[in-house]
């Protein structure tokens, strides 16, 4: 059984830097596909980066010089570094997962989510 | 970029069925065939329930389906059921700045 499990989350200031994590089972980060997508509350999905098998990461717009999406694989575990955060980035973070390590744009695995506030 | 767009709800009696619209545009749903459906009951997390337009994956109830013409996505959900209450998000490979872009998100109430 494939198991994603985030943690790291909480609260911090506007300006701020914050670590997720995201440990999996039943699933190889390094040799699939991994995701970070959030949800603002009240407010949809919204995709914020991913890691290919091969190591290329790529990010929304949104967050693109303030994130950065690692893996370590002997952990088997993604990582997503958020630094200079903002009060629009307070949400619940999932970690996803694509099986294949092929472009199938869709996201067959989700963790259960952690909670960023970010406030003053 | 803006998400595609949804109905915000929609709602149905059990045994009914209901079909809920996702609109992109031709730098998306209209140009490729990576569009995904995810059901995200409120406080879990979210599950494909359709990937590549209308491929469900193993374990996936037969009542949900799904189709594209043009820019415009559709789940069609049938025999609706108590459990099938939840959040639905359509979602699509984009050729522009995003990797991926997903719907607003649409609220099934069974009735």
Redesign the interface.
């Known amino acids: 059984e494939v198991q994603l499990v985030e943690s790291g989350g909480g609260f911090v200031q506007p300006g701020g830097s914050l670590r997720l994590s995201c440990a999996a089972s039943g699933f190889t980060v390094s040799s699939n596909y991994m ?1 970070w ?1 959030r949800q603002a509350p009240g ?5 914020v980066a ?1 890691i290919y098998r091969g190591g290329s990461t ?1 990010y ?2 949104s967050v693109k010089g303030r994130f950065t999406i690692s893996r370590d694989n002997s952990k088997n575990t993604l990582y997503l570094q958020m630094n200079t955060l903002r009060p629009e980035d307070t949400a619940v973070y ?1 970690c ?1 997962g694509e099986k294949g390590g092929y472009d ?5 695995y ?4 952690t909670l960023v506030t970010v406030s003053s | 970029q803006s998400a595609l767009t949804q109905p915000a709800s929609v709602s149905g009696s059990p045994g009914q069925s209901i079909t809920i619209s996702c609109t992109g545009s031709s730098s998306d749903i209209g140009r490729y065939n990576f569009v995904s459906w995810y059901q995200h009951p409120p406080g879990k997390a979210p599950k494909l329930i359709i990937f590549a337009v209308s491929n469900r994956p193993s374990g996936v109830s037969n009542r949900f389906s799904a189709s594209k013409s043009g820019n415009t996505a559709s789940l069609t959900i049938s025999g609706l059921q108590a459990d099938d209450q939840a959040d639905y998000y359509c979602s699509s490979y984009t050729s522009s700045s995003s990797y991926v872009l997903f719907g607003g998100g649409t609220k099934l109430t069974v009735l």
Not at chain 1, 110 to 113: A, K
């Open positions: 995701n997508v407010k949809g999905l919204e995709w991913v790529y929304a717009d999932f996803a199938s744009y869709h996201f067959d989700w963790g259960q989510g």
